[in-house]
Structure formats: structure tokens, C-alpha cells
């Protein structure tokens, strides 16, 4: 609901004693309340504790300019959308104005024109902070116009001639006067573009159709940048890069922790009617664990980066894989499986890109990840000493089959009968449901499997274990 105490006029909003503060000044100040406060600054904003944040924190509160440097899937944009949280909750701005003017130093000609006539009773309004922020994603065909304006041939059509400067249409920086603009992706901007940048934000004169208008905008400039372009081709002018102030180094989830705790807040909830489900805890940790060997797999370009999102989409696929078995087999459980781990290929595939020599395909490379993955962390719980009894069993004919198309039940009816799988599963917390028991059990199966330990006979996606 409005609050209808706020003033509503310049000449109350002047006697409120209301004090303008230039963007950046704005976000400082409520920067230093925050940090008192020990509030939560970049709320969501996983793994950049100790490296990102508190170079952003300075760059805020020394008044800077940003340009973010990051492979895709690094935050960067969301970083860029959560300085709003840096603003204040509403401004006064002169009411209709299109580029949002300061209501005691207008910069446009209509508002000028307009305070002169009307005074101290001009009409103000509020704008809210979600308003404030603008983002354009670069683009070669990108215009001055877009950025800056244009003519608009309408209101020279009504009289105006073509140096009135109200005959000029706004562009989206002007439009986010008083705010934030975020430019994506700023390599991929044309250089004279590039140079209409610059002048927006340092020298202020801006040419439209031949004349100078001045424009002395209050913004605040977010870019993001792969760093391959940023550095290494010359796709930037430099003297854009010395006008922004800090470049801040992004980078992926540095452990399993970090990789997993955004996995889980960003993928889309499941919440299945008649069905519970329940993500056990190595599974987790297994598709973290898939992300984190692609980046480091010589079969990937790494130039590119392995986003974030590959560990989200993978993370989404399984569970929904998982999900599709339960309703088929009118189950009220569900729990991903090892098996289920096919379902990433096509999560993964389009994600990654190949720095291979030859014929190697996608899905090959992706299995051999899930293989890598799978073991390392059946190692993390287990050693294989913990397993001598269980082989044992196998060693005097015992065979276990699983697949992704198995009722949970028959794995928990599996695990009486195999000596030293219960203990396994208990250490794995995998209780509460046969969904669970069915998951632990095929995870410590393929985990012996690829620890060489047992034999592994597959047609599809049945599989046998056996010695």
C-alpha cells in the first residue's frame, strides 16, 4: 500500500529536507549499513565468500564502475540483477519524466521547461529500486539508438526543428538514469558502439543525428565479459576498460559443498502428488562430482567452461528419471539410482564442448565422467576392506541383477540375502524407504564393480553383478 505522507510536490519534498544522493554514493551508504548490520549481501550467492564478494564490496563502496570476467554459468548476470538490493527502496523522481530526473537538478530540456513554468508545485513520484535496473544483452547489431536514442521523426513532424532537443527519443541508458545498467556479454559490442559507451559515461556528450546534447547521467555500469575476449582478442577499446573501475574474476564452485548446495537451490522442486521423494546424499554428490571432472577432462574445451547448470540440468534429469519409474511401477517412493545416471547424457551433451582430435562422441565421454564420478565417491565412503564378506558371497556363485525399470522392493528383498550389505547400507543412511535401500544398493554395487571387485554384465539397461 502507498504511503500518502510522502511528499507529492517538489516544494514538499524540499521541505521534507529530503537529500538526493548520486547512485553510487546511494549504494555506498546502504553498502556500510548492511555490512554493520551483518546482513546478508549477496543473498544466493554461493562459493564467492572469500574471493568475489569483497572485491565487489570494495568496487561499491570506492564508487566504481564493474566488469565481471567469467566463463558462462558463473553468477555473473545474477550478481549483476542483486546490486539493486543496494539501492534505496524508492527515489523521488519529477512525475512523467522519462529518464527518472533528479526533482532539484533536472538534466532534460522537458523537465526544465516544466519546473520553470510550474515550480515548486511541479508533481513528483516514487520509483521503486526494481526499476532502476536495466539489462542489455550485447548483440553486433546493437545501435547508438537502442543505447543512447534517436530522432524521433514524430515530434519533428509537429513543428520541432532538429537540433530541439526534445525531438529526441531516450535510449535505454538514459531511461535508467538514477540506476543501474548492465551490459552483457560487452566484447560482443561493436567498437563504435563501444566508444558511444564511453562517452555516456565519462565525457557526457553524446552525438544523435549530427548535435551534441550534454547529458550528465547518474549511473551506475555493471558488464560481464568471457575472459578470453575480454583479454586475448582485442574486442575491447581501451579506453572503456580503464573507465571501469575494478575487473572482478568469477569462477566455478572450487568443492563438492559449494557445487551441491547450488544444485539444490536452484533446480526445480518436485513436489509429485501421491509420490515422496528423496534425494540420497552420495547421489548428490555424484552428479557435483561429474561437473567438477569435466572441468578438469582434457576430452572439453575449458575455454568455454562447464556452466553450473549442466550440474542443475543433471540433477533435475536423474530425480525425474527416478520420478517416471515410480509412477509406472505405482510406487509412492522415489529416489534416484545409479542406473539413472543415463539420463544426464542429454543434460550434459549440449552443455559441453569437445577439445577433442578424432571421433570421440559426446555420449562416450559423458559415461566415462559418470564411471569417474561413481567411484570417487564409492571411495569417499567406503574402503575395500569393508567388502570382504560381501565378495565372498559372490566368490561362491551368489548374482545380483539391477536396472532402472526394478521395483525398490526387490532390492530390499536382495538385501537379506547378500551377507555384509545391510551394515553397507546403514552407513549410508539409506533408510526410511525402499526407494532409498534400492538406490544405496545399486550405488555399492557399481561402486565394487568399478573398483574391480566384481563383474558387471549389461544388456541395456539391466545389468548383472556376479565374480
Known amino acids: 500500500m502507498a504511503n500518502t505522507n510522502k511528499p507529492a510536490t517538489i516544494g514538499q519534498l524540499r521541505d521534507s529536507g529530503y537529500r538526493v544522493l548520486p547512485v553510487k554514493e546511494e549504494m555506498r551508504k546502504n553498502l556500510m549499513r548492511m555490512i554493520r548490520e551483518d546482513a546478508d549481501i549477496f543473498p544466493g550467492i554461493v562459493g564467492y565468500e572469500d574471493t568475489v564478494i569483497p572485491q565487489l564490496e570494495n568496487a561499491i563502496l570506492s564508487m566504481q564502475d564493474v566488469v565481471l570476467l567469467g566463463e558462462r554459468g558463473q553468477a555473473k548476470t545474477r550478481i549483476a540483477r542483486s546490486l539493486v538490493n543496494f539501492l534505496d527502496e524508492e527515489v523521488p523522481v519529477i512525475a512523467g519524466c522519462e529518464i527518472n530526473d533528479d526533482p532539484f537538478a533536472p538534466i532534460c530540456k522537458a523537465c526544465q521547461v516544466r519546473i520553470a513554468e510550474e515550480g515548486d508545485s511541479t508533481p513528483i513520484a516514487w520509483l521503486h529500486r526494481d526499476r532502476r535496473f536495466a539489462e542489455k544483452l550485447a548483440t553486433p547489431d546493437i545501435t547508438i539508438s537502442d543505447l543512447v536514442g534517436e530522432v524521433d521523426p514524430i515530434r519533428v513532424a509537429e513543428g520541432r526543428y532538429l ?92 568443492t563438492i559443498e559449494h557445487e551441491t548446495a547450488i544444485m539444490e537451490m536452484e533446480s526445480a522442486p518436485f513436489s509429485m502428488e501421491g509420490i515422496e521423494t528423496t534425494y540420497p546424499q552420495f547421489m548428490t554428490e555424484i552428479i557435483a562430482e561429474i561437473t567438477h571432472l569435466a572441468r578438469r577432462s582434457s576430452d572439453i574445451s575449458q575455454r568455454s567452461g562447464v556452466s553450473v547448470r549442466v550440474s542443475i540440468t543433471n540433477y533435475e534429469n536423474v530425480m525425474s528419471n527416478a520420478v517416471r519409474r515410480a509412477i509406472r511401477l505405482h510406487e509412492r517412493q522415489a529416489a534416484p539410482r545409479v542406473s539413472d545416471l543415463s539420463a544426464v547424457i542429454a543434460s550434459t551433451a549440449g552443455k559441453i564442448e569437445l577439445d577433442t582430435i578424432g571421433e570421440a562422441r559426446e555420449e562416450k565421454i559423458i559415461e566415462k565422467l559418470v564411471r569417474q564420478a561413481t567411484v570417487k565417491v564409492f571411495r569417499d565412503y567406503f574402503e575395500p576392506a569393508e567388502f570382504d564378506q560381501l565378495v565372498a558371497g559372490f566368490d561362491k556363485g551368489l548374482m545380483v541383477e539391477a536396472s532402472d525399470t526394478q521395483p525398490a522392493m526387490e532390492y530390499v528383498n536382495q538385501l537379506a540375502r547378500v551377507g555384509g550389505l545391510k551394515s553397507a547400507v546403514a552407513k549410508l543412511n539409506a533408510h526410511g524407504s525402499p526407494a532409498t535401500v534400492a538406490s544405496a544398493v545399486e550405488f555399492i554395487l557399481e561402486g565394487l564393480h568399478l573398483s574391480k571387485r566384481l563383474n558387471k554384465e549389461s544388456v541395456g539397461t539391466q545389468a548383472r553383478y556376479s565374480r
Open 163 to 254: 537540433s530541439d532537443e526534445l525531438t529526441i527519443h531516450y535510449g535505454l541508458i538514459p531511461r535508467t538514469n538514477r540506476g543501474i545498467f548492465c551490459i552483457n556479454e560487452l566484447p560482443d559490442l561493436a567498437e563504435r558502439i563501444q566508444v558511444g559507451l564511453l562517452n555516456i559515461m565519462e565525457e557526457r556528450d553524446v552525438q544523435i543525428r549530427g548535435y551534441k546534447i550534454r547529458l550528465p547521467l547518474d549511473v551506475f555500469v555493471v558488464a560481464s565479459a568471457n575472459p578470453e575476449d575480454y583479454t586475448n582478442r582485442g574486442r575491447i577499446i581501451t579506453p572503456l576498460k580503464d573507465r571501469l573501475g575494478s575487473e572482478i574474476r568469477t569462477h566455478y564452485p572450487r
